[in-house]
Nanobody
Framework: QLQLVESGGGLVQPGGSLKLSCAAS????????RGWYRQAPGKQRELVAI???????RYSDSVKGRFTISSDNASNTLALQMNSLKPEDTAVYYC?????????WGQGTQVTVSP
C-alpha cells in the first residue's frame, strides 16, 4: 500500500509561482512512475506532468516551459514547480504514482490563479 499527501496549493496572481509537493509513504520501492494531474470545475482530470524511474519527463502542451516536475527518490518526495501561472491553470491538482499495476492518488490540493 501507498499513501500520498500533497501540500503547497493556494491563491496566486496571474504570472506568479507556486510549488506543490507530494510525500509518499508505504511501499515506495514499488513505484515506477510519478506524476501530477489536475481537474478544473466541469472538466475531466488531465495529465500535467509525469516522471519515470529513469528521470524521463513528459509535460502537457499547456504547461510545457512553465512547469517543472522533479522527484527525490531518497526522500520519496515529488514536486511541481509552477511558474508564469495563468487563470486557466486553476484546478485541483492531484499527485499520482503507478505501482504494482495500479494507480494511487493523493487527496488533491486547490490552486487558484486570480487577480
Amino acid at each position: 500500500q501507498l499513501q500520498l499527501v500533497e501540500s503547497g496549493g493556494g491563491l496566486v496572481q496571474p504570472g506568479g509561482s507556486l510549488k506543490l509537493s507530494c510525500a509518499a509513504s508505504g511501499s515506495t520501492f514499488t513505484i515506477t512512475t510519478r506524476g501530477w494531474y489536475r481537474q478544473a470545475p466541469g472538466k475531466q482530470r488531465e495529465l500535467v506532468a509525469i516522471i519515470n524511474s529513469r528521470g524521463i519527463t513528459r509535460y502537457s502542451d499547456s504547461v510545457k516551459g512553465r512547469f517543472t516536475i522533479s522527484s527525490d527518490n531518497a526522500s520519496n518526495t515529488l514536486a511541481l514547480q509552477m511558474n508564469s501561472l495563468k487563470p486557466e491553470d486553476t484546478a485541483v491538482y492531484y499527485c499520482n504514482v503507478f505501482a504494482t499495476f495500479r494507480n494511487y492518488w493523493g487527496q488533491g490540493t486547490q490552486v487558484t490563479v486570480s487577480p
